[in-house]
């Protein structure tokens, strides 16, 4: 019926860098051998997972890994805990580490100062993999903690380090900070968010008050998405989330409608082309 939609892609969204390194390492093995194990989903998102499967990615979990012998394992963007690696020296495992380097580096500066006996808070989504890697670092003696109400039970130590999942919002980081230091506890503070997400609240800002609506694309699953599309509603109250072509509701459309489309850090760029053309064949 032609609905005459005007449809722009926010060229600053789709993949990190992370990502990018890690899905390149996969596509590259898997260019030359039939098969590679990745240890839990390769980004959260799940039309990427399905491609990359087609290829011959075999996603296990914990379970599994402790089953295998002599075979190549990916160890994906949001990296492993010490006992991953103990296991994989024991099970004569290869693995083909894409960790990302700004979790790595996280993973560096809580290893160390755990070693310097410091008392060590998380500010993280329970179970999330790449909270799991951080929390490994100090044998599981980190408190993680993914809003501040959950502290008020506990009993805190009155000096203790404070460090961020790399995905979590820089806002809430440092409104926490100030909460913890205005109860009186001596904090000291590491903002250790990747601003490759956190720069692209400003990008987003400045892209979605210029449509009518927005559509953000991205799997349930990323932490990133939650904070990005958080974004979205706050500068453009008309932005609707979707994980997959199948999701879009055309009710939310009136012709001649300018629509910005936007993603995750783990949202790949094809995915976001296949939105746009499907909303512009309406």
Not at 17 to 27: K, L, S, T, W
Not at 86 to 111: F, G, H, M, Y
Request: aromatic share 10%; with cysteine.
């Amino acid at each position: 019926m032609g609905y005459n939609l005007k449809v722009t892609i926010d060229k600053s969204s789709g993949f990190c860098f992370g990502v990018v390194y890690a899905i390149d390492m996969a596509e590259d093995i898997l260019d030359h051998e039939e098969y590679l194990y990745c240890l839990g989903d390769i980004v959260h998102n799940d039309e990427e997972v399905l491609r990359l499967k087609a290829k011959g990615l075999r996603i296990i979990d914990h379970d599994k890994l402790h089953e295998l012998k002599n075979e190549k394992i990916l160890i994906r963007a949001h990296g492993e805990a010490p006992s991953t690696y103990e296991l994989a020296l024991n099970n004569n495992l290869t693995l083909i580490d894409a960790s990302c380097p700004v979790v790595l580096k996280l993973q560096n500066r809580i290893k160390n100062s755990y070693d310097d006996d410091e008392q060590i808070l998380i500010f993280g989504k329970h179970g999330h993999a790449e909270v799991i890697g951080l929390q490994g670092q100090t044998d599981g003696n980190a408190i993680v903690f993914q809003d501040i109400a959950e502290l008020d039970n506990l009993k805190l130590p009155n000096k203790f380090t404070l460090y961020s999942q790399t995905t979590k919002s820089t806002d809430k980081f440092y409104q926490i900070k100030d909460e913890l230091l205005n109860r009186g506890y001596d904090v000291k503070a590491n903002d250790t968010i990747c601003r490759q997400v956190s720069n692209r609240y400003g990008d987003l800002e400045q892209f979605v008050v210029d449509f009518d609506k927005i559509i953000f694309v991205s799997g349930k699953k990323s932490s990133n998405g939650k904070v990005l599309y958080d974004v979205c509603k706050k500068y453009n109250p008309k932005s609707y989330f979707i994980s997959n072509v199948e999701e879009i509701d055309y009710s939310w459309f009136k012709s001649g409608d300018k629509i910005g489309i936007c993603g995750a850090t783990s949202t790949p760029m094809w995915l976001m082309e296949k939105v746009k053309a499907e909303l512009e064949t309406y």
